[in-house]
């Protein structure tokens, strides 16, 4: 299953963002999801994973500006990004925590 990421675009230093992604119910609502993101030329790196449950994790360069959430009952989980910083500017990726099968990105680009 490859996930779909949407939301991204271009905004100021210090602005807010919000990207999406759905999965189907079947197998969205027993498994983590997890956002990530990848520079061109770097390795892709984990930004945040919510669990089943609820819990969360954060990378540590963005605790306190994003918050990931999910909603079990739409098979949607989001990434809200506030406060963001020119090294926020990456591609965007949710995926299912631990899956080698890559959907989509979408752009973030934190430029003035």
């Known amino acids: 299953v490859q996930l779909q990421a949407s939301g991204g675009g271009l905004v100021q230093p210090g602005g807010s963002l919000r990207l999406s992604c759905a999965a189907p119910?079947?197998?969205?609502?027993?498994?983590?999801i997890a956002w990530y993101r990848q520079v061109s030329g770097k390795a892709r790196e984990l930004v945040a994973l919510?669990?089943?449950?609820?819990?969360?994790n954060y990378a540590d360069s963005v605790k306190g500006r994003f918050t990931i959430s999910r909603d079990n009952a739409r098979n949607t989980a989001n990434l809200q990004m506030n406060s963001l910083k020119p090294d926020d500017t990456a591609v965007y990726y949710c995926?299912?925590?631990?899956?080698?099968?890559w959907g989509k990105g979408t752009q973030v680009t934190v430029s003035s």
């Open positions: 119910g079947s197998i969205f609502s027993i498994n983590t």
């Open positions: 919510i669990r089943t449950g609820g819990t969360t």
């Open positions: 995926n299912l925590y631990g899956s080698a099968n």
